[in-house]
């Protein structure tokens, strides 16, 4: 081998992957062996074919074609009439069972040598059979008696343009009527040469302007790939390889993004890059270049105005860029802001490696910074950030989120929630959690070096029942946490490490007279000096103490129909509490008589006003991760929730947040920005001028990942799964165990063997569902051929405390391999910000429900290192069948495979679970403070509403014009939340009410979570 030498770790690491692919594919096909103890046909998934009486017989359907199938195909199109003349090969092994008293009775299966035969075809317009004699001839002098196969050719003149399938049929007689111990074909291929062609072309879609649309031939059961012009040969599996993006595109060198050097000199850097961009815009969407383009390329007259709209909207685009230039230049502020917040994001990066951002993240800084100086205005939109290529979502947030904390405090909001941040999942991401952490951290040191005045920057983690307690009580009453309960205080660890100084060894611990559950570092470097981390994880002290920054899972928005304190997310809490440590204070209520939330708060009433203007204190940012999840009922269901906190903090503030998004599509944001947010959507960036490349990413020639579509034959797809996953850890315990003749074979430099079986020794295999991904587990420990297989499961099921454990064990492996955890079964919950970059290799059982899924899971692996994902299609399923026939296409594509998501705010069913929250939080948020006393109670409620005047037809009114059921077409809803409130107001005049708080009026209480609506069920306007 040469070059072997100097061969770099990338390198080797995909001639390994190349290594693991032909291992995994002879392994389905049978190549190699010589005999065999079981049957064949209960054996290989690959390059098999069944014998066509036989299929034909159990069947009448294409589904069990596709899953044993008789024949295998290319389908091409002939650029000239018949008749058509080309030159076909076959190859082709059997199997054959000798008798009990053969040469080794143990395994008397045994495999013949090759049939390679090459069959001159020549076809008139009705097609024909060929060779079938030759191969029958050839099946019998290798030592298979009785198998037969033809070429078949069919012609398809009912295209618009004839196409030619060419086959190769099994025509073996049946089993039963033979004396064929097995009558099946093996390891079967077929080349076509010969024959002029013309490609296929993909149908129009919207942006078809992107991309080639070009295809030389089609597979049928099978690839197809070209191995020079004109010359076609079938493949097992689809192989498609894509390949790391580099982030400048611009003719002049990349201008110096390096957050030190934006932290003390930004703007010359800045308007080189927006110079850039205005030169690439220029060279690559002006009319002249489109107008050449059309013409080289054969647009369409509707392909070209589709173009012309891209065009309009990346100089849109452009245009926002500059205005945040010069808002940076005009207003000291927000430079400020800017400068503060690269140097904590410099200090959160120390020793990790990279010291700089990619142009686009500093790009969408500078079109989102328009929200600072002009609020109102900009939170007519929904920015979302689309990450078609993975890398640097979390930090491109975390820039955005920091220059408005830093800006908050530099002009006078001392205190409170700047963003709140929310992710679809039930559980969020541990690792996502300390990355804003580490961030804050950053900032904080940042903050006190510069001396910026007001709190110090925190971090709140408020999630669903299934993460953090909601409070700490003294006694327990029924399930609630005290002190005392089992797990106290370590079950509650969230962070990983500390984010000032990254030592592991936190403690936690819960301050009885603070009544705060605390993080502490104990390190004795660490710059925060073993005091309680900032970092609130009970609901109620993020309430009590309204961290700059809160994270959490999408659901917990449904506390704010209930809990009065979650007032302090929309607007300002109520006061403060004299008693140091117990922080703000909310509604009166029996248990917090003073509205203090610590039990038995010893402060009374002379509580403290609040220190800043109480309408800063509504958020300036409302973050949404993957925006594509909030669909179906769960996004009919937030729509409303959205609209109720936009209501909540107008009234109590006058102001709306901005909110960010990102998503993984692109597909129907607009729609979705307008249905979920009544805003209107804005993508950053703009795709470019041609699929895979714009002015924010190139491909390069780095392979970033192999995916490989395999469509199994004749067996389960859970056998295909455990057999690939079995021939992964066989591949990669050779290595370990025979490191010289594994290196030989795959031409890998030994110096890289530890550091292979490290990257690519723990395999990830995907499920969509809970039932697939515990199966997997289960059927892997009893099913392999290799010993001591560790596996682990990560789905939404696991426990909160073995996420951390497993991540851990998964960023940090043991010493021995033999410990390590081998195999991952995981399903969705892997595929939100699980960043582990010892993940390298997948099987995905079936395709995911949705190409966003897809897009967004097979993104866990070859993060750092190339990747090598399975793609089992479930090939009976008619969605996994097509998406086979087109797989390079559907990866390099995906995008715009995404269907438009499902989405509506107008569902009735919906609306039925969500009007007892906007009721219960306008009385709790709006109309108890303003009452000035205590509306908890229906007696107490009954009173107010008949000293105020309120009547259920107001109040119906008010509640339709929240969720923007207010026109022409709405009629029927606005009828059903008028019955709903004459339904409440019913029970709460009457005085015999089994009512004992308000919450628990009218035909059903507020939601407790978000997801509490039924996932799957459909939503219809
Ligand atoms: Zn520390
Ligand atoms: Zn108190």
Same mark, same amino acid.
């Given at each position: 081998?040469?070059g ?8 080797a ?7 693991l ?18 049957a064949?046909?209960?054996t290989?998934?690959?390059g ?37 003349s080309?030159?076909?090969?076959v ?7 000798d ?37 029958r ?5 290798v ?8 070429v ?24 039963k ?19 002029p ?11 078809s302007?992107r991309?080639?649309r ?7 059961n099978?690839?197809?790939?070209e ?6 040969r079938t ?18 060198p990349?201008?110096?993004?390096s ?45 070209? *105005?589709? $173009?012309?709209?891209? /065009? %309009?909207? !990346?100089?849109a ?5 500059? =205005?945040?230039?010069a +808002?940076?230049r ?27 951002w ?32 993975g ?19 530099l ?7 700047t963003?709140?941040?929310?992710f679809?999942?039930?559980l969020?991401s ?6 804003? *952490?580490? $961030?804050?951290?950053? /900032? %904080?040191? !940042? ?7 007001? =709190?110090?920057?925190? +971090?709140?983690f408020?999630?669903g ?7 700490i009580?003294?006694?327990t ?26 030592d592991?060894n ?7 007279q ?12 660490c ?42 997310l929309?607007?300002p ?13 909310? =509604? ?22 609040l ?15 993957e ?10 269901v ?12 107008f ?6 947040a ?6 993984a599509?692109?597909t ?12 209107e ?16 990413t190139?491909?390069t ?9 395999v ?7 859970e ?24 290196c ?7 110096k ?12 990830v295999v ?8 515990e ?26 405390d073995d996420?951390?454990?497993?991540l851990?064990?998964?960023e ?15 399903s ?12 390298n290799?997948?099987?995905m ?5 949705t190409?966003?899924e ?26 996994d ?7 390079t ?24 679970l969500?009007v ?25 409620l ?15 009114a008010?509640?339709?014009?929240v ?6 077409e ?34 059903r209480?507020?939601?407790t ?5 039924e996932?799957?069920a459909?939503?219809?306007d």
């Open positions: 081998m040469s072997v030498g100097d061969q770099s770790l990338e390198q690491c995909e001639a390994f992957v190349d290594w692919d032909r291992r995994v594919v002879a392994a389905g096909r049978g190549d190699g062996l010589s005999r065999l103890e079981v064949p046909s209960g290989f998934w690959l098999r074919l069944a014998c066509e009486d036989e299929v034909r017989k159990d069947v009448s359907d294409d589904r069990s074609e596709r899953l044993d199938p008789c024949a295998i195909a290319i389908r091409l199109r002939p650029a000239a009439a018949p008749p058509w080309m030159t076909v090969t190859r082709a092994r059997a199997w054959v069972k008798p009990k008293d053969g040469p080794d009775p143990d395994r008397r299966w045994w495999r013949t040598g090759l049939v390679e035969e090459v069959v001159s075809v020549l076809a008139s317009g009705e097609g024909g059979t060929f060779g079938g004699k030759q191969l001839d050839a099946f019998a002098a030592g298979a008696p009785g198998l037969s196969a033809e078949r050719v069919d012609v398809e003149d009912w295209h618009r343009q004839t196409e030619v399938v060419v086959q190769l049929v099994n025509t073996s007689p049946e089993k009527v033979s004396d064929l111990t097995d009558s099946h074909l093996y390891e079967t291929q077929l080349d076509v040469s010969g024959l062609a013309v490609p296929f072309e993909l149908e129009a879609l919207p942006d302007f991309y080639d070009k295809v030389p031939a089609y597979g049928v099978v690839g197809v790939e191995l020079a012009a004109g010359v076609f493949s097992d599996s689809v192989s498609v390889r894509t390949y790391r993006p580099d982030y400048w595109s611009g003719s002049a990349q201008p110096d993004l957050f030190m050097r934006l932290a003390s000199d930004p703007l010359p850097q800045l308007q080189a890059l927006v110079d850039a961009l205005h030169e690439y815009d220029h060279a690559h969407w002006s009319s002249k270049t489109l107008d050449a383009r059309q013409a080289a390329e054969g647009w369409t007259l509707d392909m070209r *105005a589709r $173009a012309d709209e891209s /065009a %309009e909207q !990346v100089f685009e452009l245009a926002r860029l500059r =205005a945040g230039l +808002l940076l005009g207003r000291s502020e927000i430079l400020r802001a800017f400068q503060l917040m690269n140097k904590a994001i410099s200090r959160s990066a120390e020793g990790r490696g990279y010291t700089s990619r142009p686009f993240q500093v790009g969408f800084l500078l079109s989102a910074i328009r929200f600072l100086a002009e609020p109102e205005e900009e939170a007519r939109y929904v920015d979302t950030v689309w990450f078609a290529t890398g640097g979502k979390t930090e491109t947030y975390l820039g955005l989120l920091l220059t408005a904390a830093f800006f908050d405090r002009t006078g909001k001392t205190m409170g929630v963003a709140w941040s929310r679809p999942l039930r969020l541990l690792q996502q959690t300390q990355r804003f *952490a580490d $961030a804050l951290a950053g /900032a %904080e040191l !940042v903050r006190r070096d510069e001396g910026v005045k007001g =709190a110090p920057f925190s +971090l709140g408020l999630v029942r299934a993460g953090t307690p909601n409070r009580v003294p006694k009453e029924g399930d609630e946490i005290t002190p005392d309960s089992p797990g106290m205080p370590d079950k509650y660890r969230v962070l990983l490490h500390c984010p000032f100084c990254r592991e936190l403690q936690m611990r819960f301050d009885r603070r009544w705060k559950l605390e993080h502490r570092c104990t390190s004795g470097n710059p925060w000096k073993g005091q309680a981390l900032p970092m609130y994880v009970v609901d109620q002290e993020v309430f009590r103490f309204l961290p700059t920054v809160v994270v959490g899972t999408l659901d917990k928005a449904a506390s704010i129909g209930l809990q009065q304190a979650m007032r302090g929309v607007g809490p109520q006061k403060l509490c004299p008693v140091e440590w117990h922080g703000f204070t909310y =509604a009166e209520r029996s248990k917090n008589p003073n509205g203090c939330l610590v039990p038995d708060c010893q402060g009374g009433k002379a509580l403290k006003p220190p800043m203007d109480p309408k800063r204190f509504g958020p300036s940012l409302r973050l949404q991760d925006l594509h999840l909030l669909r179906d009922s769960l996004g009919a937030d729509s409303h929730y959205e609209s109720l906190l936009d209501h909540l903090q009234e109590l503030c006058g102001t709306r901005k909110i960010v998004a990102s998503s599509t692109l129907g944001y607009e729609h979705q920005a307008k249905v979920l947010y009544q805003r959507g804005r993508v950053f960036p703009q795709p470019g001028p041609r699929a895979g490349e714009s002015f924010w190139v491909p020639e780095k392979p970033l990942r192999r995916f490989v579509a469509a199994p034959r004749g067996v389960t797809l056998h295909v799964s455990d057999r690939t996953l079995d021939a992964l850890q066989r591949c990669v315990r050779q290595l370990k165990d025979d490191p010289a003749s594994v030989a074979e795959a031409g890998i430099d030994r890289h063997v530890d550091m292979l079986v490290s990257l690519y020794g723990t395999d995907y499920g969509s569902t809970l039932y697939d991904v199966a997997a587990g289960r059927s892997l420990g009893s099913n392999n051929t290799v010993e001591g297989i560790n596996v682990e499961q990560l789905t939404g099921q696991t426990e909160f996420v951390r454990a497993i851990d064990r998964l940090k492996p043991e010493e021995d391999f033999a410990e390590r955890i081998h195999v991952v079964a995981a969705s919950m892997l595929s939100h910000g699980v960043d582990v970059d010892r993940l290799t997948m099987v059982l079936g395709l995911p429900l190409t966003a897809f897009i967004q899971t097979t993104a866990r692996v070859g993060r750092r290192h190339p990747g090598l994902v399975y793609v089992l299609h479930k090939i009976g399923r008619e969605r069948a097509q998406t086979f026939r087109q797989f296409q559907y990866v390099r594509q995906g995008d715009r495979f995404v269907d438009a998501i499902p989405i509506t705010r107008r569902s009735r069913r919906v609306l039925d969500t007892a929250g906007v009721v219960g939080a306008r009385t709790l948020m709006i109309r108890e403070p303003a009452s000035k006393q205590r509306l908890s109670t229906p007696a107490k009954r009173q107010y509403a008949r000293d105020s005047g309120m009547t259920p037809a107001a109040e119906a008010a509640v339709a014009s969720l923007g059921l207010d026109g022409a709405d009629s029927l809803h606005r009828e059903q939340i008028a019955e709903w409130l004459q339904a409440w107001f019913a029970d709460l005049e009457d005085p015999a009410t089994r009512a004992t708080f308000v919450s628990e009026l009218g035909p209480s507020p939601m979570s978000l997801r509490d609506v996932a799957s459909p939503i219809h």
